[in-house]
């Protein structure tokens, strides 16, 4: 079965961090571009951050720069989201996404199930 | 960043009914439109990318269409799976934008 699938969701304190981890399972994900999204309570979906299949380019939503790092261990298939000092409004379901192309990006082809973060004291 | 505008924000319809979302963004994006469905609990779901080529395994009634700036998403005869919320999102420049997303709900 083809899937992607989202871990290291949890509780964490305002300031603190977390990484995120998204592994792909039937598929192979070194050849795609990949993205982070989100989704908070009540709210829609927010794009996040984005990175070509070899890592070689980075692109981040205004809300997340300098704070989270998106980044890929191809050999594993998997792509992590490192999270720094964290926020009660990034409280959310973070979802990963494959795009369909390597290099320029062009749509979220696939996506994984979502994990939960909680920024709370 | 370019802003998406959805309408309506929600709207409740009969199976059978034809249903027609817009997404409008605030600057051309030439055909950089695609549409997504998500369900509660579920991972979104491609249906449309390049404003109106179907995604693989996405029933027909589903279609896009627009340019420019202003684009349709229609639900040629709604079924009784298609009740979810529906974003549109461009993807021309960075960053990314959805738009706010249109619940459609059942009558």
């Known amino acids: 079965q083809v899937q992607l699938v989202e871990s290291g969701g949890g509780v964490v304190q305002p300031g603190g961090s977390l990484r995120l981890s998204c592994a792909a399972s039937g598929i192979t994900i070194s050849n795609n571009a990949m993205h982070w999204v989100r989704q908070a309570p009540g709210k829609g979906l927010e794009w996040l951050a984005f990175i070509r299949y070899d890592g070689s380019n980075e692109n981040y939503a205004d809300s997340v720069q300098g704070r989270f790092t998106i980044s890929r261990d191809n050999s594993k298939d998997t792509l992590y989201l490192q999270m720094r000092s964290l926020r009660p409004e990034d409280t959310a379901v973070y979802y990963c996404a494959k795009d369909l192309a390597r290099i320029y990006p062009e749509y979220l082809q696939t996506w994984g199930q979502g994990t939960l973060v909680t920024v709370s004291s | 960043d370019i802003q998406m505008a959805q309408s309506p924000s929600s709207l409740s319809a009969s199976v059978g009914d034809r249903v027609t979302i817009t997404c409008r963004a605030s600057q051309i994006i030439n055909n950089y439109l695609n549409w997504y469905q998500h369900k509660p609990g579920k991972a979104p779901k491609l249906l449309i990318y390049?404003?109106?080529s179907l995604h693989g395994g996405v029933p027909s009634r589903f279609s896009g269409s627009g340019s420019g700036t202003d684009f349709t998403l229609t639900i040629s005869s709604l079924q009784p799976e298609d009740f979810a919320t529906y974003y549109c999102q461009q993807s021309y420049t960075f960053p990314w934008t959805f738009g706010p997303g249109t619940k459609v709900e059942i009558k």
């Open positions: 390049a404003t109106s």
